[in-house]
């Protein structure tokens, strides 16, 4: 009797949907660690303070895990919060080569799917809201991904390789997605 005890309260523990569970558990300090670029000083204190909820909800806290975890949230927060935004509305992205290599410096260092999800994001919006929007696994998310490839390679120095693959691409992508848009809508739509 008291495994069956022991065994339900580790399930209440672990929801069947980590991202849903940390999304309305987490309020402001998953919102930050979803803020948070990768290796950046603000990434590890916000790790810490939603760790409870993470821990609380059964999700990662670390690794490939946590970053699955984050571009997960984003996908939710796309197909749901912000599902009425029009992100069709704002302007086309105009990635200048001066702005390319500022984005190059900064994200230098990072993850590789980061730094190309962002170049990514940064080059097309549009197609990046879109891949980021469609279910995983899907034909939405195939025909998207076709659009997404062929700014890959302007994203990556001239002679380096991308290894990532297309998941890690799109969670890359959704990271920064998150990072660079979902987290201003509030400036550019206020309420």
Same mark, same amino acid.
């Given at each position: ?8 309260? &580790? ?7 980590? &991202? ?6 987490? =309020? ?10 990768? =290796?950046?000083? $603000?990434? !590890?204190?916000?790790? $810490? ?6 821990? *609380? ?39 200048? !080569? ?16 980061? *730094?190309? =999800? ?15 929007? &469609? ?23 001239? =002679? &380096?390789?991308?290894? *990532?693959?297309?998941? $890690? ?23």
């Amino acid at each position: 009797m008291m495994l069956l005890i022991l065994a339900s309260m &580790a399930l209440a523990a672990s929801p069947a949907d980590p &991202a849903g569970c940390v999304l309305a558990r987490g =309020g402001d300090a998953t919102r930050a660690l979803m803020k948070a670029a990768p =290796g950046s000083p $603000e990434f !590890q204190p916000a790790l $810490e303070r939603a760790r409870p909820v993470l821990t *609380a909800c059964g999700a990662a806290t670390d690794g490939a895990g946590l970053d699955v975890l984050l571009a997960d949230m984003s996908s939710q927060l796309l197909r749901t919060d912000y599902a009425k935004y029009p992100f069709r509305a704002l302007p086309a992205a105009s990635l200048t !080569q001066a702005k390319a290599e500022g984005l190059r410096r900064e994200t230098s260092g990072w993850p590789a799917a980061d *730094a190309v =999800g962002r170049c990514v994001v940064a080059r097309d919006l549009h197609a990046a809201v879109r891949l980021v929007r &469609a279910r995983k696994g899907t034909k939405s998310e195939a025909k998207a991904m076709d659009v997404v490839l062929p700014l890959v390679p302007g994203c990556v120095d001239a =002679g &380096a390789a991308f290894t *990532a693959s297309r998941t $890690e691409l799109r969670d890359g992508i959704a990271r920064a997605l998150y990072r660079d848009v979902i987290s201003l809508i509030p400036d550019l739509w206020p309420a």
